[in-house]
C-alpha cells in the first residue's frame, strides 16, 4: 500500500457530512465530538502504519511507514493537550483583575521575539485600554493569535499589529496579519477545535478555539472577519 493511498485525517465537518448529521455549532459539541472521532482517527493511522511496517520489515518502505506512524502519534498528543486546555478554561480558580494588555503584550513580545525576527515579521500592539480578565488566560489568547501568525506566514507576512477602543461598557480588540496565506482558511474553519488534518494547518483550529474560550470565560467575544487582510476581533469587559 502506498504512502499517498493512505487517508487523510477529516474535519469535524466533513465526518458529519458524511454521516448526514450537522456538523457540532458549539466548543462543547465539539469538544465530545472530538473525543468520539478525532482522537481515534490518528490513532487508527498509527495501527495501520504500525502493520504496514511490520509487514516491510527490513525493506525502505518500512521506515517510512514508522515514520508516519510517529507523525500521528504527535497529532494525537497535539489533540489531546488541546481538549485538556480547553477543559481547564473554565475551571481556574484565578480570579479577574483589572489591567492594561499593553503589560502582558510586551512580556508575549518578548517570548516570541527570536522566532518572529527569524521571520521577519513586525509585531506591533496599540493596547491602553484597562480591561478585567484573567491575567494568565490574557496571556494565553496573545500567545495563541501570535503563535497561529508564526504557524501559517509562509513568507507573505511583513507585520501583525494588535490594536484596541472603547466601545461601551467593552474593550474591542483588532488583529490584523498582513497574511495572504491565512486566507485560504475559511471562517468556519478558525474556530474548529480540529480544523484541518493538514499538519501546516492544524493550529488553526485548536489555537484559536482555546483563545476564543478565554475570551468568553472572561465575559467577552471573539470573531474573524474578512477584509483586505483576515481580522480577529475580541472583546473584554472594560475596567
Known amino acids: 500500500m502506498s504512502l499517498q493511498k493512505m487517508p487523510m485525517l477529516e474535519t469535524t465537518a466533513m465526518s458529519a457530512k458524511k454521516l448526514g448529521l450537522n456538523p457540532p455549532k458549539t466548543d462543547i459539541d465539539r469538544f465530545v465530538y472530538a473525543i ?26 518500512g521506515g517510512e511507514y514508522l515514520n508516519m506512524a510517529l507523525q500521528n502519534a504527535d ?5 489531546i493537550n488541546a481538549l485538556v486546555d480547553l477543559s481547564r478554561v473554565t475551571r ?6 483589572a489591567l492594561k494588555p499593553k503589560a502582558l503584550l510586551s512580556e508575549v513580545n518578548s517570548m516570541y521575539r527570536s522566532e518572529l525576527q527569524a521571520r521577519e515579521i513586525v509585531f506591533s500592539f496599540d493596547c491602553d485600554d ?19 501568525v508564526l504557524d501559517h506566514s509562509g513568507k507573505e507576512v511583513s507585520s501583525y499589529h494588535i490594536s484596541s477602543k472603547q466601545l461601551g461598557d467593552k474593550v474591542e480588540f483588532v488583529c490584523i496579519a498582513q497574511n495572504d496565506c491565512l486566507k485560504t482558511i475559511t471562517l468556519n474553519q ?4 480540529f480544523s484541518s488534518g493538514k499538519k501546516s494547518h ?27 487582510h483576515l481580522e480577529i476581533r475580541f472583546t473584554l469587559p472594560k475596567a
Do not use: Y
Open 75 to 79: 497529532q494525537l498528543k497535539r489533540m
Open 202 to 228: 492544524h493550529h488553526i483550529g485548536m489555537g484559536l478555539t482555546l483563545a476564543r474560550a478565554c475570551v468568553e470565560h472572561n465575559g467577552g467575544e471573539m470573531w474573524a472577519t474578512e477584509g483586505e
Open 36 to 61: 468520539s472521532h478525532d482522537l481515534n482517527e490518528p490513532l487508527r493511522m498509527v495501527s495501520s502504519f504500525i502493520k504496514l511496517a511490520q509487514n516491510n520489515a527490513g525493506k525502505e518502505s
Open 130 to 148: 484597562e480591561v478585567v480578565v484573567v491575567e494568565e488566560q490574557l496571556i494565553t489568547v496573545f500567545k495563541e493569535l501570535i503563535q497561529n
Open 190 to 193: 478558525i474556530f474548529d477545535v
Open 92 to 97: 481556574t480558580n484565578q480570579e479577574k483583575i
